[in-house]
T-cell receptor, first 114, second 111 residues
Framework: GAVVSQHPSWVICKSGTSVKIECRSLDFQATTMFWYRQFPKQSLMLMATSNEGSKATYEQGVEKDKFLINHASLTLSTLTVTSAHPEDSSFYIC??????????FGPGTRLTVT | GEDVEQSLFLSVREGDSSVINCTYTDSSSTYLYWYKQEPGAGLQLLTYIFSNMDMKQDQRLTVLLNKKDKHLSLRIADTQTGDSAIYFCAEAYTGGFKTIFGAGTRLFVKA
């Protein structure tokens, strides 16, 4: 149980285009989902916290107009990187949970912007 | 502020024990975690400990918590080559889901 999936697992897009990443909790309902960004050989940086049916809470320094988060249901959250640039290339990981100690991570999405 | 620190590398021989250390600064942390990340993959929760506990053992894994020194350690007994990965220490506190991660310790296991 407690499986979180992400789609796609990797994506290459051209500079200036937008790309959407999906995060799904497959066998449980997640009241809260988190989006992280991980640069090579670095730790995870929390980008935003999203609660179902409400606006996401973004961490300081994260542009909410660039990284659009939608949490339309208890099993699905999406992150859209708008007008992507090469510096947005990174590994994006989502997590979902119902309690702090029950946070489950997706396998990650590797985004490459050319 | 919140900060979690770990040493970056650890190398051990197969069969030996590995000890990965972590220090944190937020004394209000309620939950402390150890996650494992293999190359190109997401994070796998290995174990967690509540702040009112000193020790937790789960098969080959032993977690020790020293609240006074804000020090957390993960001991892996009989380390195997399959244990080679990056291990992240993380802290969180009641009242918020925000989880703060350390930079990760890269464990190399030599056959």
């Amino acid at each position: 149980g407690a499986v979180v999936s992400q789609h796609p697992s990797w994506v290459i897009c051209k500079s200036g285009t937008s790309v959407k990443i999906e995060c799904r909790s497959l066998d449980f309902q997640a009241t809260t989902m988190f989006w992280y960004r991980q640069f090579p050989k670095q730790s995870l940086m929390l980008m935003a916290t999203s609660n179902e049916g409400s606006k996401a809470t973004y961490e300081q320094g994260v542009e909410k107009d660039k990284f659009l988060i939608n949490h339309a249901s208890l099993t699905l959250s999406t992150l859209t990187v708008t007008s992507a640039h090469p510096e947005d290339s990174s590994f994006y990981i989502c997590s979902a949970g119902t309690a702090t100690y029950e946070q489950y991570f997706g396998p990650g999405t590797r985004l490459t912007v050319t | 502020g919140e900060d979690v620190e770990q040493s970056l590398f650890l190398s051990v021989r197969e069969g030996d024990s590995s000890v990965i250390n972590c220090t944190y600064t937020d004394s209000s942390s309620t939950y402390l975690y150890w996650y494992k990340q293999e190359p190109g993959a997401g994070l796998q929760l290995l174990t967690y400990i509540f702040s009112n506990m000193d020790m937790k053992q789960d098969q080959r894994l032993t977690v020790l918590l020293n609240k006074k020194d804000k020090h957390l350690s993960l001991r892996i007994a009989d380390t195997q080559t399959g244990d080679s990965a990056i291990y992240f220490c993380a802290e969180a506190y009641t009242g918020g889901f925000k989880t703060i991660f350390g930079a990760g310790t890269r464990l190399f296991v030599k056959a």
